[in-house]
T-cell receptor
Framework: QQQVKQSPQSLIVQKGGISIINCAYE??????FPWYQQFPGKGPALLIA???DVSEKKEGRFTISFNKSAKQFSLHIMDSQPGDSATYFC?????????WGAGTKLIIKP | DTGVSQDPRHKITKRGQNVTFRCDPI?????LYWYRQTLGQGPEFLTY????????KSRLLSDRFSAERPKGSFSTLEIQRTEQGDSAMYLC?????????FGPGTRLTVT
């Protein structure tokens, strides 16, 4: 019940395309859902986050869509660029603890 | 730079030695977290401080792991009698309202 399931494991998208990464959870006590971007050898960087009372949040080219009834949320990267190539993690917060998805390795082809 | 800093960035040690890592959080953040990350996996929660109080330590991997935050500012993570399985990236994060900001990590290699 504490798991966050993330898919796909890896994703290749052409430059300019839309990258979509999906996550699902079971625990309805989760109250905050961030997405992190991580480059090799670096710590995760907070990209965008949403709370369950909101169905969508957009920041620049990044959008989170949140479906509370389905217990699913997704990250959309519009106009994907080679610099977006990284590993993306979704997470869910319960009290102090972030529960992480397994990550999606995104490659943007020029 | 006002972000989370960690020291050292890399540590190579022989099996059986003790190692200590330091984390300096963002200055106004009262919460500090330690995570471990192995290759290809998401971070794994280890422990959490609010100010100087360690509010959760049951997820520390074994009794060889300990953490302190003596004055509610920087924190240290110690691993005693290191094993090869301890090789990983050790990440520190800090927060004020809930959004956790991560440092660059300390890469530990146990030979």
């Amino acid at each position: 019940q504490q798991q966050v399931k993330q898919s796909p494991q890896s994703l290749i998208v052409q430059k300019g395309g839309i990258s979509i990464i999906n996550c699902a959870y079971e625990n309805t006590a989760f109250d905050y859902f961030p997405w992190y971007q991580q480059f090799p050898g670096k710590g995760p960087a907070l990209l965008i986050a949403i709370r369950p009372d909101v169905s969508e949040k957009k920041e620049g080219r990044f959008t989170i869509s949140f479906n509370k009834s389905a217990k699913q949320f997704s990250l959309h990267i519009m106009d994907s660029q080679p610099g977006d190539s990284a590993t993306y993690f979704c997470a869910a917060n319960s009290n102090y603890q972030l529960i992480w998805g397994a990550g999606t390795k995104l490659i943007i082809k020029p | 730079d006002t972000g989370v800093s960690q020291d050292p960035r890399h540590k190579i040690t022989k099996r059986g030695q003790n190692v200590t890592f330091r984390c300096d959080p963002i200055s106004e953040h009262n919460r500090l977290y330690w995570y471990r990350q192995t290759l290809g996996q998401g971070p794994e929660f280890l422990t959490y401080f609010q100010n100087e109080a360690q509010l959760e330590k049951s997820r520390l991997l074994s009794d060889r792991f300990s953490a302190e935050r003596p004055k509610g500012s920087f924190s240290t993570l110690e691993i005693q009698r290191t094993e090869q399985g301890d090789s990983a990236m050790y990440l520190c994060a800090s927060s004020w309202t809930g959004e956790q900001y991560f440092g660059p990590g300390t890469r530990l290699t146990v030979t």
